[in-house]
């Protein structure tokens, strides 16, 4: 999914100013810092905020703080996250409790979020007080989904419900922030705020569930990551639960010895999930729910009209058209 | 060290408060927070935070809300120092990360330091955007200050001076940031909440060489965690430092050895390393330098007269004659 590129290039340009500032020591704590705000990545969550400013008339200006702020709050979600999925890779790269340790990650985390917390409290004063508050919701939020999802690798039951709820928390949650932000820093009436909110939280569902086809069915170099990787440590995916759930006879009770076997090797497991995958057409009902999403998040901003709002718009639409 | 009762029991109020909010799911989220929130301290960070206020005429309302989120900030370092140091006690009490696991602590640390700053922003609004920022640059610095603690570990010339600089960012700043809150809170002037953040950088100093002297020559039951435990991990602390200045000969050869010996059982190692530091009189050198701190901090808010300021002159002489 490509932004359109004044909104992408002006958080990438504020990443690098950020990262100019870096140069400090200790270098163990900053250096990993850099390393990950640093890493290619398309800033959707910042330039959304920007977008959505933009749509209500704001200054950009005044949203950057902002926007650099939940770039920064995201890479302390992935330093941290990847150190509790033990997860080797992030965007083609080492982690950086790979690249470093566990501990300098989980400090140069610790203080990624502190950093977030400075860039927010630049928000022009009129709007700061408002914008912390739902920053710390919303971080609070993102933490329940993470513990939600270290808590269902474990569960054996969890329905495919259970699932939309906690990707609610651990991703829709910071992109509904970023929308809401962008419009609350513009200035935008409570409607229009409102409007912002729902679209966001529809199009973080919409991209979670892109992020779990791609695990799957995505090409290693695009995705950045290791591909299947969910499948290998038996992640409580909608694909998985949603397989589970349609599955039957002979196929579900293979699923299930599947996710109980340790003994196979990797590269294994993945194939066969992925073939019970395809028997069982998951990929038919992750579209269908993805449609969903889409049009929920359309409808909200649809009576809006303005260029940003059809950015917004085709943003829906190019979630959809995932390359696989 | 005794803070005298409305103070600590005021902090006591507040942490209790908190801790009734934490029922909340996911309890693995909520329930290592109120475990560390709810354990027994001094609180002498917040406690210090509403003296300073009180010393100025502020209204200690106001300065609940910093108070709390100067604990919970200082709640979130111990649980993540905690798995940095593979710490297994605290407080008496099992650590969180062993009492739950890693990844929990990992990430209730983090929920924490989110509250903190919550908190934080409850705090009056004309004085909120500068306590902010103070918090958050001391934040930072106690980052530096752990990540410094964990090179020093590794290294093998750290000087005494080099590790006076570590603990001035990972406890003195804290206890700074505390004291200029307080005065900050009650309206003081630039030059009484300059005199604060000296009489805090002094004081945390002093308090950590105690917390140093304790390690190794306090008693387990009253200090709250494995004693010697500084020693087993040879943690380069002032004593360790110091002693390796003092000792010549033989006994410096001894002491190196002794450092490089992981053959040893944990109380065999103690008890040598600790002979040694009283055939040098370490204890000695640290009482002179805990004096220095204590005659500074007492300095630079001599001048102030009131039922506060004797308070906090009284509390950093009980600092030097802590028991063992």
């Known amino acids: 999914m490509e932004l359109p590129p004044p909104y992408a290039e002006l958080v990438k340009k504020e990443i690098e100013k950020f990262c100019k500032e870096l140069s400090r020591t200790p270098a163990e704590l900053y250096e990993p810092m850099r390393y990950m705000a640093s890493m290619e990545g398309k800033k959707i969550r910042p330039a959304m905020l920007l977008i959505a400013c933009k749509a209500f008339r704001g200054n950009l200006r005044d949203a950057l703080p902002a926007a650099l702020a939940i770039e920064l709050f995201h890479n302390f979600t992935l330093i941290h996250d990847d150190i509790m999925d033990n997860a080797p890779l992030r965007r083609n790269r080492p982690s950086v409790h790979v690249k470093w340790n566990n501990n300098i990650a989980l400090l140069s985390g610790d203080a990624l979020m502190i950093k977030a917390y400075e860039y927010l409290a630049k928000t022009p004063p009129a709007k700061v007080h408002p914008i912390q508050e739902l920053f710390t919701e919303t971080a609070l939020k993102v933490c329940e989904g993470q513990q939600l999802d270290m808590n269902y690798e474990k569960e054996k039951n969890v329905a495919v419900s259970d699932y939309l709820k906690m990707i609610g928390l651990k991703t829709a949650a910071l992109f509904s922030a970023s929308l809401q932000m962008g419009a609350?820093?513009?200035?935008?009436?409570?409607?229009?705020?409102?409007?912002?909110?729902?679209?966001?939280?529809?199009?973080?569902?919409?991209?979670?569930?892109?992020?779990?086809?791609?695990?799957?069915?995505?090409?290693?170099?695009?995705?950045?990551?290791?591909?299947?990787?969910?499948?290998?440590?038996?992640?409580?995916?909608?694909?998985?639960?949603?397989?589970?759930?349609?599955?039957?006879?002979?196929?579900?009770?293979?699923?299930?010895?599947?996710?109980?076997?340790?003994?196979?090797?990797?590269?294994?497991?993945?194939?066969?999930?992925?073939?019970?995958?395809?028997?069982?057409?998951?990929?038919?009902?992750?579209?269908?729910?993805?449609?969903?999403?889409?049009?929920?998040?359309?409808?909200?901003?649809?009576?809006?009209?303005?260029?940003?709002?059809?950015?917004?718009?085709?943003?829906?639409?190019?979630?959809?058209?995932?390359?696989?």
């Open 184 to 324: 609350m820093i513009a200035m935008a009436s409570d409607k229009d705020i409102k409007r912002m909110k729902i679209f966001g939280e529809n199009v973080g569902l919409l991209f979670q569930l892109q992020d779990d086809v791609l695990d799957v069915f995505g090409q290693q170099q695009k995705v950045g990551k290791q591909t299947g990787g969910d499948i290998v440590r038996n992640k409580k995916t909608f694909l998985l639960l949603k397989a589970l759930e349609l599955a039957k006879g002979s196929t579900r009770k293979e699923l299930q010895n599947l996710l109980g076997n340790n003994m196979l090797p990797d590269e294994e497991k993945v194939r066969l999930v992925k073939s019970i995958y395809e028997r069982v057409d998951v990929l038919h009902h992750a579209r269908k729910q993805m449609e969903l999403f889409r049009n929920r998040a359309q409808t909200a901003i649809k009576p809006l009209k303005s260029t940003e709002i059809k950015i917004l718009l085709r943003l829906t639409d190019n979630l959809m058209s995932r390359e696989i």
